[in-house]
């Protein structure tokens, strides 16, 4: 693997490979010794065109682990602001010594550009609505530990799919691994189009009782998700986690959300906080997960 | 004198397999010829000799954005694309909307001469959709075509006084490009399939058929001669055929791309296949293709849209809208139309010919008609690497084409001539 742009068209065992990978650096970050020197002599840049706090940082986290020096950008400390063209910027950031990039932008397709201007692996840290790569796999490395298997998980997304790129890198991989989603939201929050040929529901109390994974996402306002909706409060009552549907979840039931959490939006103190949600364990296998996509990405191993 | 030699001649019967001789700028014979002498003879080998194509919707660039084309560079890349006649969209940077703007293009066009360039007029002054455009003055000046292309009347009163105001000029026609703004703000591609796997905004079908649909209805309330611009939806297309079979006055066209392409080339997100309006469906491909053979879209048109390579190679939802189409027109639509000799050059030169009242293209090759012709192999096959076009954004490029404009006379004068040994 040469970087990691999208994860449309990966087979299951490159998959549960980078899943296995990630558990194997899960457990040596639990040990005394967490540091690698895999990645040695190599310079990870991160190149943030929106912003971000807990992807960045868990990616040079990871990169740290393994041992690879890491260089920063982001435009509002660069020359972007006076005018500098995003292929120009990043044939800078080449000729400055990275040999791998980290890249997020609010365009689609801008990690597979910025790998075919440059010539150098890049991992894609989220590309506008297309995807978010190790989001995904932190996902389900998440669903993994907690339940075993992912073959058979019967999964609800809710919200603002339409507008997610994290709901879009989902759609592509997980029911490779067996993963049974459905779609549910309001018709102006899902896809334009079906063609991944998932369930899809627009009333959330008739699909709640049937599902293992709650997978939440907040209304992507800044992509202008919110012009669907009549108001936000409409929003909470039709697809907000409320106290009175997290009573009505099976019992081993989880709550995951990718973050920010808007609370009393989409889900409730009760269901963000409770014993069911998984929200700090999916940010924590965020770091095995870009550690396995970083060492991949530079062919360590 | 120029004599073309073993081509199979569109004349009125058909295609026939004759001599044609040129003299001027008229064909003055049509059939067996024997004396050569001191007369430039070209060898058709089999090609076919038609009357030369038309394009009645083309971007020059000129005035205003000549890093992606000029008069000189676009009329270089329509007569190589077999065009003896071009309409230049107005929508130049300042726009067309005046006898002052109209006579610029049309003198700096008479000085390459290799092509009839007639110019479209806005339909509005500075194409703002706030007030008619100078339409008497444009017209003196030899306006039929008025447009706003690029974006759509979006202010129905005012459109419908444009179309009373326009019954009084004969031969003008009203031209749309249907986009209705409020439905495709933001979208980048059709919204669909491709646009849902890729997270990118979509340009609905619907977009364009609610424009047609007010437009049609304007025109039967008007009398206006309406002329729909790159059809691109089977909703569109049902619609323009159920107006013309109430009799109204409306004709269409459709480009190249939507016949040969739909929404699946757009998965590579290449910004060369990034236009407006966007590849639609695989049905609404096919049911382009239909309307094109049985006549409820008039006419084949480019839509040639320059941008240069750095403008293109941006990030898909910031590159701009538009491909070249000239100088693959030919093949793209030769195909499509399954080498119908009679229904090509009805598609690519009668019917725009009439659409934008150009008479002197057009006319089946017989002795005494304009010398305005296409030497057309339908055999060859070819691979488009580079263009007259000062500009490369082609859906086409380096793909392989059937068909090949190997000559182009205008009014007498061979202005373009392949290498026939390529």
């Known amino acids: 693997m040469s970087g990691l742009l999208t994860l449309r068209g990966l087979s299951r065992p490159v998959l549960e490979d980078l899943l296995d990978s990630a558990e194997r650096y899960g457990k040596q970050l639990e040990g005394r010794d967490k540091e690698s020197s895999e990645l040695a002599g190599i310079t990870v840049t991160t190149v943030f065109f929106e912003p971000s706090t807990r992807t960045r940082l868990s990616f040079e986290k990871a990169a740290a682990h393994l041992g690879a020096h890491v260089m920063s950008f982001s435009p509002e400390t660069s020359s972007l602001e006076k005018g500098e063209s995003l292929r120009d910027t990043v044939l800078t950031l080449s000729a400055l010594g990275s040999d791998l990039l980290v890249v997020r932008h609010g365009g689609v397709g801008v990690p597979g550009l910025v790998a075919r201007w440059t010539g150098l692996p890049v991992v894609n840290a989220g590309d506008g609505r297309g995807e978010h790569p190790t989001q995904t796999l932190a996902d389900a490395l998440t669903m993994r530990k907690h339940f075993g298997a992912l073959e058979g998980l019967r999964m609800g997304i809710i919200g603002d799919i339409r507008n997610s790129r994290v709901g879009r890198g989902h759609l592509w991989a997980l029911p490779t691994l067996g993963v049974d989603i459905t779609l549910i939201g309001p018709r102006t929050l899902l896809p334009v189009a079906n063609p991944w040929g998932v369930r899809i529901e627009t009333d959330l109390d008739s699909a709640l009782e049937g599902l293992d994974v709650m997978y939440l996402l907040r209304v992507q306002r800044e992509r202008g998700g919110a012009a669907g909706l009549p108001s936000v409060s409409a929003y909470a009552a039709r697809f907000g986690l409320t106290q009175s549907r997290l009573s009505r979840l099976h019992p081993s039931a989880v709550i995951m959300h990718p973050g920010p959490i808007n609370r009393g939006v989409e889900i409730c103190d009760a269901a963000a906080d409770g014993p069911s949600s998984l929200i700090l364990e999916q940010v924590a296998n965020g770091v095995p997960i870009r550690m396995t996509v970083l060492a991949a990405a530079m062919g360590a191993k | 004198m120029i ?27 049509v059939g067996t010829v024997t004396a050569s002498s001191g007369a430039r003879v070209i060898e058709a080998r089999g090609a076919i000799l038609g009357p030369g194509l038309v394009d009645i919707h083309v971007h020059l660039r000129d005035p205003g954005q000549t890093w992606k084309e000029d008069i000189s560079t676009g009329s270089m890349a329509a007569v190589a694309g077999g065009f003896t006649a071009v309409v230049a969209m107005p929508n130049t940077a300042p726009p067309i909307d005046s006898v002052k703007a109209v006579k610029e293009v049309v003198d700096r066009s008479a000085e390459v001469g290799m092509v009839d360039i007639a110019v479209a007029g806005a339909l509005t002054r500075s194409r703002e959709g706030l007030e ?31 179309m009373a105001y326009l019954c009084d000029l004969p031969g003008a026609v009203v031209a749309e490009h249907a986009e209705d703004r409020s439905l495709t703000r933001g979208g980048h591609l059709n919204e669909g399939a491709v646009a849902a796997s890729h997270g990118i905004s979509g340009l609905p079908a619907v977009a364009e058929e609610v424009v047609i649909a007010r437009d049609l209805a304007l025109a039967a309330d008007t009398g206006a001669r309406l002329h729909i611009q790159h059809v691109s939806t089977a909703g569109s297309v049902s619609l323009i055929k159920r107006a013309k079979e109430s009799g109204l006055a409306v004709t269409s066209e459709v480009t190249p791309h939507h016949l040969k392409l739909d929404e699946s080339a757009v998965d590579s997100l290449d910004p060369n296949f990034k236009m407006y309006p966007p590849l639609r469906t695989a049905a609404d491909r096919q049911a382009l293709v239909e309307a094109l053979e049985d006549g409820t879209v008039d006419a084949v048109a480019t ?38 000799a009679g229904l090509f050059f009805e598609r690519m030169s009668a019917a725009p010919s009439r659409i934008a009242g150009l008479d002197r293209h057009g006319q089946p090759v017989e002795p005494g008609s304009v010398a305005n012709l296409v030497l057309f192999d339908p055999d060859r096959s070819w691979k488009p690497r580079s263009f007259y076009s000062k500009s490369s954004n082609s859906p086409f490029l380096g793909t392989s084409l059937t068909g090949m404009v190997m000559a182009t006379i205008h009014e007498g004068s061979v202005v373009y001539e392949g290498d026939a040994d390529e």
């Open chain 2, 132 to 162: 008619m455009a100078d339409f008497d003055g444009m017209y003196e000046a030899g306006v039929r075509m008025f447009t706003d292309d690029g974006d759509s009347v979006a202010d129905s009163g005012l459109l419908r006084r444009i």
């Open chain 2, 3 to 29: 004599i073309v030699k073993g081509a199979r001649v569109w004349r009125r019967s058909g295609l026939v397999e004759a001599a044609v001789v040129i003299e001027g700028d008229r064909v003055v014979e």
């Open chain 2, 303 to 340: 839509d040639h849209a320059p941008h240069s390579v750095a403008e293109k190679d941006v990030p898909f939802e910031e590159a701009p809208r538009g491909v070249i189409g000239l100088e693959t027109s030919a093949s793209v639509a030769w195909e499509a139309l399954n080498g119908d």
